[in-house]
């Protein structure tokens, strides 16, 4: 059961790489709460500039040394994003990546962030999943049909909703118009 969760860990979402032909050509790009770093370093790898932000010293310090060992350049801060304190800036990203982190009032600070005409990726649990183990508190879980409500005004490109890889989830691809 460790080398499931430890492969988890170190690739990134199925939901960014089968999407990768829907982001923009590399530029700036944001990792939110991006742990360990799987997709501040997927990103980085295909030439864009990555700010990673997590709470955790812990992990970030090891995104560092893991980013180091990789010959890439990323900018990681350590940063809790609830706190009101993290500035995410205006028309700073080409992408955006959010996987399994859900805070409803950060939103607002995303799309934002996002530059005319780039493109945020979200995926994270839907209620459901509770019923499978972690997260099991409402405040992380999605709705069904939430999502798409929460990233308006972007344009969702692709969505989807349900059971994949033995999880509950909600996910999207959005672009912001421009």
């Known amino acids: 059961m460790t080398a499931p969760q430890e492969h988890e860990r170190d690739v990134p979402a199925r939901w960014l790489t089968e999407h990768a032909s829907l982001l923009p050509p590399p530029g700036d790009a944001l990792d939110v709460a991006c742990g360990r770093g799987r997709h501040a370093l997927w990103l980085a790898a295909r030439g864009y500039r990555v700010r990673a932000i997590d709470r955790d010293p812990a992990l970030v310090h090891a995104l560092v040394e893991q980013a180091a060992i990789r010959g ?14 993290v500035a995410l800036g205006t028309d700073a990203f080409d992408v955006i990546v959010v996987v399994h982190y859900l ?13 005319p005409g780039g493109t945020l ?5 839907l209620r ?5 183990g972690k997260p099991t508190n409402p405040a992380f879980l999605l ?7 929460l990233v308006r005004p972007l344009e969702v490109l692709v969505e989807r909703e349900g059971e994949s890889e033995g999880k509950f989830l909600a996910a999207v691809v959005a672009r912001r118009p421009g």
């Open 121 to 125: 990726v979200y995926q994270s649990f």
């Open 128 to 132: 459901q999943q509770a019923s499978r």
């Open 143 to 149: 709705d069904p049909g939430e999502l798409p409500q």
């Open 72 to 85: 890439l350049a990323l900018d990681v801060e350590v940063g809790d994003l609830e706190s009101g304190r």
């Open 103 to 115: 805070y409803r009032p950060l939103f607002p600070f995303l799309i934002r962030a996002l530059r």
